[in-house]
């Protein structure tokens, strides 16, 4: 057991003395490493401090920053939306107005139709290609114009609204887009260190591969408000077209309507002109056969009245036949009465040829009055078409301007 125990070394007083000062030297070592990393600590702390306040607030003010441009685009796009909704109401109210005036001219053409059909029911000479009939073709020539530009214009418009709606849509979707960056935007700007709502995420700190640039985000409200812009003018542009076209078209109309009118009108005076002065040639035509049938019935009065004369000379003269012998003589008397057979044969003669001259005539006059009274009868078929059927339908035409 003896052998087993062994002492412990032996130092000296110098190894002791020498061990107690390196160990007093490593502590202030250890110690004024210590008090180094402590002062470098402090001062990193203070300067992470510092620099996480520094970019927390510059943050703070890119958000302000940022808040600024969105509300200031959003203003923008608010503006020209208001804008562009305005002009869109406007432009449905043009669009209206030339429907309204383009099924109003369907009246007006039905009744220039209707005048032509009405017009083709004249008959003999009457059925004329008269002034009436060219003004009539021009109007419903001019209305069927009317309607074909008016149809166009009223496609312009459609078209035209399609477009702004478009325009409308996209600033729509810009600003509802613009609004959900600025509540997102704002959400962050309210955010604190002290806020519940933080906590970590994990892989956040990275740039999106689909975002655009400021440049590229700026150039988009711009575009899209450059396009509502131009569209909208379009639609001024295509507005004070539309009013132009209804008053040049409601003119155009108006000034066709009254030329027709007024065609109608001489058309129905001349007519009536025409039917006064066959009527008193009728009444004339009249007289004359009246005045005829007694020139017939005196002539063939004045021939009867020859019958009795002629009796009396031939039979005078055949009584005188019968005288005897020498008394058979080619005396004064027999001569006489030979000139009296032959004057009233010849004036009976004259007054047969009278006769027929006069009945000639007075067929010719019958047959002029029956012309007469057919012409008569055409001039008032054709005044109730001119005048009671067309006119009377052509007095409800009211070229309105819309």
């Not at 419903?140 to 418009?157: D, F, M, N, P, S």
């Not at 729509?172 to 609004?179: H, P, Q, Y």
């Not at 132009?244 to 109608?264: H, I, P, W």
């Amino acid at each position: 057991m003896a052998r087993l125990i062994t002492a412990p070394t032996r130092f000296t007083h110098e190894d002791w003395t020498r061990s107690n000062l390196t160990k007093y030297a490593n502590a202030d070592v250890e110690r004024q490493q210590a008090e180094r990393l402590i002062n470098e600590s402090d001062r990193l702390k203070d300067e992470t401090a510092k620099r996480t306040e520094k970019t927390q607030a510059d943050v703070n003010k890119k958000l302000e920053q940022r808040l600024n441009d969105i509300r200031y685009w959003k203003k923008e796009l608010d503006d020209k939306l208001k804008g562009l909704s305005e002009e869109i109401d406007n432009l449905l109210a043009f669009k209206q107005r030339v429907d309204k005036a383009l099924q109003a001219t369907e009246e007006p053409l039905h009744i220039a139709r209707m005048c032509l059909a009405n017009r083709e029911k004249r008959v003999g000479i009457d059925l004329v290609h008269d002034d009436v009939q060219k003004e009539l073709l021009k109007e419903v020539e001019t209305i069927e114009g009317v309607q074909a530009l008016l149809k166009r214009t009223l496609e312009q418009a459609t078209e035209q609204i399609r477009l702004n709606r478009k325009a409308k849509f996209q600033l729509e979707k810009d600003l509802k887009d613009k609004f959900g960056a600025q509540n997102i935007d704002e959400y962050c700007e309210n955010l604190r260190n002290n806020s519940q709502q933080i906590h970590f995420n994990d892989g956040v700190a990275v740039i999106e591969p689909n975002s655009v640039s400021p440049e590229q985000w700026q150039d988009f409200s711009n575009d899209n408000i450059n396009y509502a812009e131009r569209e909208r003018m379009n639609s001024v542009d295509l507005r004070s077209s539309i009013d132009g076209l209804l008053q040049q078209t409601s003119n155009d109309m108006r000034k066709q309507v009254g030329d027709t009118n007024e065609a109608f009108a001489h058309r129905i005076w001349e007519c009536k002109d025409t039917k006064g002065k066959l009527e008193d040639n009728l009444n004339k035509i009249i007289s004359q056969i009246k005045e005829q049938e007694e020139n017939i019935a005196t002539l063939e009065m004045a021939i009867q009245s020859k019958e009795a004369p002629m009796k009396v000379a031939q039979t005078r003269l055949e009584t005188r036949q019968h005288r005897p012998n020498v008394e058979l003589c080619r005396d004064a008397v027999q001569y006489r009465l030979l000139e009296e057979v032959g004057e009233i044969s010849d004036s009976v003669a004259q007054l047969q040829a009278r006769l027929r001259d006069a009945n000639s005539s007075l067929k010719g006059l019958v047959r002029n009055q029956l012309e007469l009274e057919e012409e008569i009868a055409v001039k008032a078929n054709t005044l109730f078409i001119d005048e009671v059927e067309c006119m009377g339908m052509r007095k409800s035409i009211d070229i309105q301007s819309f």
